[in-house]
């Protein structure tokens, strides 16, 4: 089946995907071959939930995976599941939730592909205590252009294994994942929503909190300023006891169409966050969430990104180590908030330790800040040009996922190991982002 028109989540850098889509297993391999044949290379498609261009296919003709949908082998009394690469996150806790096992570790959408979610090497609102995803994962298929199918495991075809775990699907197409889940005493949440009137305030929070809890993560009000700088809501959560497991279907609304302009903009974002932190506050204290609001609150409305306008909009993430943290976030809101800038979403969270047996993984220990700028070429120019120097300065990094601006110099620098991922890389597989940033 052939597909077209297929774009990344934030339409920029706006370049429509066509390609194939594989149904069966068994037809994949050919048809990476056959592409590649035709076009010179292609790019495995997951569900387009990256932000940038890292999912864009340097020739526009990808393979899109999400046909290969079914599940292959469940063990529900060791949680281990293979499934193809082309289910969603959303799927395996339709059959896993009832069962009494969750995802170890899940972004903040449930419509991410198994397969993106390794290419990604993704994290979630508990990074401190699970690392990424790839730490879960126990094994998958590969399939290259030059050679037979590759089973990649800790201890099998290693470098294949470390190098596609955050490989932005560059060394081969992952057929199926197998995944081990984790189990739990509830899908829902017991949660503790806490204020905070600054960053400062943030910091102290979540490193007591982040401690005792599953799950913690913080939405700030970018547009703070002085001594309200970085005021904000953190959450902290931990699976209930009450034996309760559904996954409900949230109401879902949907955004029809993107109009010509974007509705985002500094007086809309200004009455938002002022908005939301005040009706967010007065619910600080205890609470109980099912899983889908906690981990999936956008996912309630269908197509959300179209309200930044048909010129689409960037998501700008990074981290940055414990050391510098304090003051690299100070000086990145202030030069923000002096903009006017902002972003509805700035979503703060503290990465932990763990370290991931992905090559070309994002997170490190210290904190990691993502915010949405619609897209405004030369004022996003300049903007991000200030940011990365403070990212820079400070010894973090910026999230490939996310990204459509890094400069080469910026990518290699922040991942040293990009020329391991090179000398493995398919030769048929060449993406957008990384033709961009290291060619
Ligand atoms: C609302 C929202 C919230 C998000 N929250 C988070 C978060 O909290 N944490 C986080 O880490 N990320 C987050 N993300 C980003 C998202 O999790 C990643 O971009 C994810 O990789 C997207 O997966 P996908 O299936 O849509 O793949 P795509 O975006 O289509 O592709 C992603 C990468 O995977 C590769 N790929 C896809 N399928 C395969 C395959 N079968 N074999 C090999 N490579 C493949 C592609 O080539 C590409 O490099 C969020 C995204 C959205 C839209």
């Given at each position: 089946m052939s597909v077209s028109k297929l774009s990344s989540w934030?339409?920029?850098?706006?370049a429509p995907q066509t390609g194939r889509e594989p149904g069966w297993r068994g037809s994949v391999q050919t048809a990476l071959r056959d592409s590649s044949a035709r076009f010179g290379t292609t790019l495995p498609f997951g569900?387009?939930?990256?932000?940038?261009?890292?999912?864009?296919a340097a020739t526009d003709h990808v393979l899109m995976l999400?046909?290969?949908?079914?599940?292959?082998a469940a063990n529900w009394k060791t949680g281990v599941v293979r499934a193809e690469a082309g289910v969603t996150l959303g799927e395996v806790l339709a059959l896993a939730v009832p069962r009494g096992?969750?995802?170890p570790v899940t972004p903040g959408?449930?419509?991410?592909?198994l397969g993106g979610a390794v290419a990604n090497d993704v994290h979630g609102k508990n990074h401190h205590v699970r690392g990424t995803f790839g730490r879960h994962v126990r094994r998958f298929s590969l399939l290259r252009s030059d050679c037979e199918p590759l089973e990649c495991a800790p201890e099998e075809n290693v470098e294949f294994y470390r190098a596609t775990i955050?490989?932005?699907?560059?060394?081969?197409?992952?057929e199926w994942v197998e995944l081990q889940l984790m189990p739990v005493e509830s899908s829902r949440l017991a949660t503790q929503t806490i204020p905070f009137g600054n960053l400062d305030e943030f910091l102290a929070l979540s490193q007591e909190y982040d401690a005792q809890h599953e799950y913690g993560v913080a939405w700030i009000?970018?547009?703070?300023?002085?001594?309200?700088?970085?005021r904000g809501i953190y959450v902290s959560a931990d699976h209930a006891t009450d034996q309760r497991f559904d996954m409900p279907q949230r109401t879902v609304r949907s955004v029809p169409f993107a109009p010509?302009?974007?509705?985002?903009?500094r007086f809309t974002l200004k009455l938002f966050n002022e908005f939301y932190y005040r009706r967010a506050a007065s619910k600080a204290g205890p609470g109980v969430v099912n899983c889908a609001s906690y981990f999936?609150?956008?996912?309630?409305?269908?197509?959300?990104?179209?309200?930044?306008?048909?010129?689409g909009f960037q998501q700008y993430q990074f981290v940055v180590p414990d050391g510098t943290a304090r003051d690299a976030l100070h000086a990145f809101l202030d030069t923000i908030a002096s903009t006017h800038a902002g972003s509805f979403l700035a979503v703060l969270k503290r990465c932990g330790p763990l370290i991931s047996p992905?090559?070309?993984?994002f997170p490190m220990q210290g904190i990691s800040l993502a915010l949405d700028f619609p897209q405004h070429d030369t004022r996003n120019a300049t903007l991000f040009a200030r940011l990365d120097a403070i990212v820079r300065e400070a010894g973090g990094r910026q999230y490939p996922a996310k990204d459509?601006?890094?400069s080469g110099p910026d990518f290699r620098a922040a991942y040293p190991a990009w020329q391991a991922l090179e000398q493995l890389r398919d030769p048929a597989l060449m993406s957008r982002f990384w033709q961009r940033t290291t060619h």
């Open positions: 934030g339409h920029y850098p706006y569900n387009g939930r990256s932000y940038g261009d890292s999912c864009l999400r046909g290969l949908d079914r599940f292959i096992w969750m995802l959408t449930q419509f991410v592909t955050g490989g932005l699907g560059l060394t081969g197409i992952v009000d970018c547009l703070g300023r002085g001594t309200s700088l970085g010509p302009w974007s509705p985002v903009n999936y609150p956008l996912d309630s409305i269908r197509d959300w990104n179209r309200l930044y306008g048909r010129r992905g090559l070309l993984s459509a601006h890094m």
